[in-house]
């Protein structure tokens, strides 16, 4: 799958394309996930927010270890830096 979206992705800029999804289809997921990712968001601790995130990724419990699990807090870290630098 990675090989193919990566071929789409030289022959496109447009993200649907790239994905092989029609427009009606990308558009109803990404407000499904930004819907689901904006709850992870407003959790607000940033240890239990990186795993909901990770599980939310489709991470295994038994498949998160302490490298993923401080990786998950620093991207909580920065977005959530980055939406108050916004307001």
Known sequence: MINEVLERAKKSKVIYEILGLSKEEYDRLFRQYLEEFNGIIRT???????????????????????????????????????KRRKK
Do not use: P, Y
């Open 44 to 82: 607000g601790r940033f240890v239990e927010a990186s795993i909901k995130l990770l599980k939310w990724l489709g991470f295994d419990e038994s498949e998160i270890d302490l490298d993923k699990l401080i990786k998950g807090v620093i991207v909580m870290k920065v977005l959530v830096r980055d």
